[in-house]
Nanobody, 120 residues
Framework: QVQLVESGGGLVQPGGSLRLSCAASGSIISINAMGWYRQAPGKQRELVAVITSGSSTNYADSVKGRFTISRDNAKKTVYLQMNSLKPEDTAVYYC??????????????WGQGTLVTVSS
């Protein structure tokens, strides 16, 4: 019905950059907030960044100044630009969105995850 698909993960050296994308598809009337979360092995899932429908943003302290979240409402896509990557950024990154479906139901939807590995 409604799904999110992430892309852009991969292997990058410390200090490098990656840009993640997450596109929403399906029967959607509107999308409210969208966010990125990550989960490292043996760790709890944590919020990385969130962006509202009005493009207000919030970031985890660990990524402030290095990551930038943005969205393209026409494309129903959210991005995460990751700069100055550190080994501790290694995790599976998940996209999340609050949507109003075509049947007027509010849904919280998760993507399948994309792996980011920061290593030399």
């Amino acid at each position: 019905q409604v799904q999110l698909v992430e892309s852009g993960g991969g292997l990058v050296q410390p200090g490098g950059s990656l840009r993640l994308s997450c596109a929403a598809s399906g029967s959607i009337i509107s999308i409210n907030a969208m966010g990125w979360y990550r989960q490292a092995p043996g760790k709890q899932r944590e919020l990385v960044a969130v962006i509202t429908s009005g493009s207000s943003t919030n970031y985890a302290d660990s990524v402030k100044g290095r990551f930038t979240i943005s969205r393209d409402n026409a494309k129903k896509t959210v991005y995460l630009q990751m700069n100055s990557l550190k080994p501790e950024d290694t995790a599976v990154y998940y996209c999340n969105a609050g949507v109003i479906s075509g049947s007027h139901r509010y849904l919280e939807v998760w993507g399948q995850g994309t792996l980011v590995t920061v290593s030399s």
